[in-house]
């Protein structure tokens, strides 16, 4: 199953980090419950056509993209007037991992590399997501942007980190399907960024122009 040309080397990699939804699990469950069904239900509440409601909640995301408030159930639940984590809850078998990610985690784990998720997905999300799939117990921890104080695209949640847990950034892995995200930690000094390709496993690989990158996390060893 081993890649033939991994873009990395191993012997450069102390501590690993890597990101749950669109890295690991599958992004088209969260594409799906955001981009369909949360407009569908949305509509269904308001009396409006689903293409109404996708437009208004549409430019609703827009206005909070990338801040903490994007991630967070609460604030979505609130603006929208809908019980998201019970929606989430009810969804739940559609959740799963993209192909080759637990083959990753083990990998990584028998090399005795610390390894963590780090996430910006919110602690309820995180609880819906593990429940459902195991994924904290492949890794140490799982590091939460909402209780760092800060998304994982700004400095402060790199600084937040290192605080709480010592490691050498230039030795450090990031693992990610988030270009904004891999930008922020390339400033912080993160030596070995790569971003995953293809992080909804229902659509096609993406092109990523400014950093290395994987089809999918499998592909790294
Ligand atoms: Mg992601």
Redesign the pocket.
């Known amino acids: 199953m081993a890649s033939a040309n991994p873009p990395l080397r191993w012997d450069e990699i102390d501590t690993v980090l890597v ?5 690991l699990l599958d ?1 088209a469950f969260d594409n799906f419950f955001w981009r369909e069904l949360v407009p569908a239900r949305y509509a269904e509440r308001n009396g409006l056509a689903f293409d109404a409601a996708q437009r208004e909640i549409t430019s609703r995301y827009e206005r909070v993209a990338g801040t903490l408030a994007w991630y967070c159930l609460e604030h979505w639940s609130a603006e929208l007037e809908l019980d998201l984590v019970a929606l989430k809850r009810s969804h739940r078998h559609l959740i799963g991992y993209l192909p080759g990610a637990t083959g990753f985690l083990s990998w990584v784990r028998r090399s005795g590399r610390p390894l963590r998720i780090v996430t910006n997905a919110h602690p309820q999300t995180i609880a819906v997501k593990a429940a459902q799939t195991g994924v904290h117990e492949h890794v140490d921890e799982i590091v939460c942007a909402h209780e760092l104080g800060a998304p994982k695209e700004s400095a402060a949640f790199w600084t937040a980190l290192q605080r709480k847990m010592p490691f050498d950034p230039r030795r450090t892995l990031l693992v ?3 270009l904004a995200v891999l930008a922020a930690a390339r400033t912080f000094g993160i030596g070995h960024p790569i971003a995953v390709a293809r ?1 909804d496993s229902r659509q096609p690989p993406r092109e990523i122009a400014g950093f290395v990158s994987v089809e999918r996390v499998a592909d790294l060893i």
């Open positions: 990101d749950m939804d669109g890295t992004l990610e399907d988030s992080p």
